[in-house]
């Protein structure tokens, strides 16, 4: 195993000092996070999408706090020294303050993590300071916010308009000044994501679908790899077709049982002869 030093919020920072973009995906398991850490991903997300593309679920609501710690352990197995974010799933922040730091901290000392995200804008903005003066670092989630899809009436850009846009904006700022040291544009229009870019001033920005002037891209694992049966949103790039792949072999081993070509003496264990000769004795 490459063995590389620990992602930290300052390293981040200093990416977006230097003008290199922070590479980040989402991951919900062992062997995944464990090829992130080779290819060197600077954070991972165990996103609550986990409830879509692990559990078959519709939506995102149902993941519970209880999957989101499991799934989360099983990351920070596969990845030491990435950065680990644990998002937070539905009804484990919203309630009030006190919940939101509660549930925070669970990831933070039951798996590992290295800070949280939650969605919502200025509304939500007393949950981040909580969080954050709970000591836990803290991410925000702007633009189409997955938990908030029946609002939102379905998966769908936002901020096209410019009073919806300048609602963006202006709730990014109140995260930032809540203390969230970074924050996501899901699926916001190029430019509005570059004023947000451009005015953050102690905070980074990320990208989902949102263009490139944020400091870094986020993607969901298992659609740049085929993996989602359902449907591949637009913004994702399919960088290899995994499914089809996994797909091909599944059919070659139905095929090969069927025609008894598997398994071969590679794949058996034997016993000896003497041994065997003993057992056979020993029977009726
Ligand atoms: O749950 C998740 O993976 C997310 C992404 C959609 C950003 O929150």
Known sequence: MTERKKVTIPYLFKKVANNEPITWLTCYDYPTAYLQEQA???????GDSLAMTMLGYESTLPATMDDMIRHSQAVRRGSANVFLI???PY?????????A???AGRFMAEAGCDGIKLEGGAEMADRIRGIVDA???????LGLTPQSVSSLGGYKVQGKGALQAKR????AKALEEAGAFCILLEMVPDRVCKIITERAENCIIMSLGSGPHAHGQLLIYHDMFGLYPRFKPRMAKVFGNAGEVILNGLKEYVKEVSDKTFPQPENWFTITD???????????
């Open 91 to 99: 009804m484990s922040y919203q309630p009030s303050v006190e919940t």
């Open 168 to 171: 963006i904006i202006d709730n």
């Open 40 to 46: 060197g991903i600077d954070m991972i997300l165990v």
């Open 86 to 88: 644990g998002d937070m």
């Open 135 to 141: 000591g836990i670092p803290a991410q925000g989630h």
């Open 274 to 284: 003497e041994e065997y000769d003993e057992l056979t004795n020993m029977l009726d």
């Open 101 to 103: 730091i509660r549930n």
